[in-house]
């Protein structure tokens, strides 16, 4: 089956990874539905790559919201009259804190975004993928969801519950061939640590400045979601870590 017959779901496309795997995908071909709260970021990143209906669509969407999801997705599968056929799971904010300091709201849109939010996405694609016996769910999680950092408690919780989620839905759909896979990347130069107070920025900043090759940049994640999401359909690629060679945790 050719790209152009595969329709693609990126949520928390409108900066970061999801962005540059919104851009990969593109060129390779694929249908895209791409989703995020941001809708005039994803106007200007569409126009500037010459997207048309006719291959990608955009749709504001709070992955919070099991209904939002649900109401983008309905409309791009009768626009393109296709099934979704991957959805990439990317939505995330990260808010770094000692817990002590912390506050119960920051630590609940962590876990109403990275987690509650993939599994809206996932309720809303599943039940389809499983009596077509076929699809992919890609859930971006983190180093951060494999071993424990500094100030990181509750980010850590819900990237830990994205592995464990993961592996125990990839298991449980495995005989359906639908593929579940878990992608884990270390730091990565995006927006995500835009959203914390400057007594955070500051230290991670000078952490990152220490890798003198570099972190990773989006388009390293991208390449490993179409990497995974590409193999043969006999191949389930149930996890990618990747991290900037510099990076020692
Ligand atoms: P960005 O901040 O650049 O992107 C985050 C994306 O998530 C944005 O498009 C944002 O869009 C979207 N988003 C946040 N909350 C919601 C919501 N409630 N509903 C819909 N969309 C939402 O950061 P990254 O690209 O780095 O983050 C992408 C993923 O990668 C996250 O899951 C993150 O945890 C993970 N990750 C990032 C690493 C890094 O070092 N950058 C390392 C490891 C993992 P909008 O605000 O418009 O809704």
């Not at 709260?37 to 209906?53: A, C, D, G, I, N």
């Not at 649900?70 to 990317?90: E, G, R, S």
């Not at 995330?92 to 506050?103: C, E, F, I, P, R």
């Not at 390293?220 to 043969?232: C, G, T």
Request: proline fraction near 2%; include cysteine.
């Amino acid at each position: 089956m050719s790209t152009s017959s595969k329709l693609v779901v990126i949520t928390g496309a409108s900066s970061g990874i999801g962005e540059a795997a919104a851009e990969l995908l593109h060129s390779k071909g694929y249908k895209l539905l791409l989703l995020a709260r941001r809708l005039e970021r994803m106007q200007e990143f569409v126009k500037q790559h010459s997207m048309t209906e006719q291959d990608t669509l955009i749709a504001q969407c709070d992955v919070t919201q099991v209904d939002d999801i649900k109401k983008a997705i309905d409309h791009a599968q009768d626009h393109f009259k296709l099934p979704v056929d991957c959805l990439i799971n990317n939505a995330g904010v990260m808010y770094l804190q000692q817990l002590a300091d912390q506050s119960l709201q920051r630590q609940e849109t962590m876990i109403s975004t990275n987690v509650n939010g993939i599994l809206n996405g996932i309720n809303v694609v599943l039940k389809s993928m499983l009596e077509r016996q076929t699809g992919t769910i890609i859930n971006i999680s983190s180093i951060a969801g494999k071993k424990s950092f500094g100030n990181h408690v509750a980010y850590c919780g819900t990237k830990f519950a994205v592995h464990g989620l993961t592996e125990a839905l990839r298991s449980e759909v495995s005989g359906s061939k639908v593929r579940v896979i878990v992608i884990a990347p270390g730091v990565t130069q995006t927006e995500l640590l835009g959203h914390n107070d400057k007594d955070q920025v500051d230290p991670y900043e000078d952490w990152k400045k220490t890798m003198s090759l570099g972190v990773l940049k989006s388009e390293d994640v991208a390449a490993s979601i179409l990497f995974a999401y590409e193999a043969p359909p006999h191949v389930c690629i149930r996890e990618i870590a990747l991290a900037p060679t510099e990076q020692r945790d």
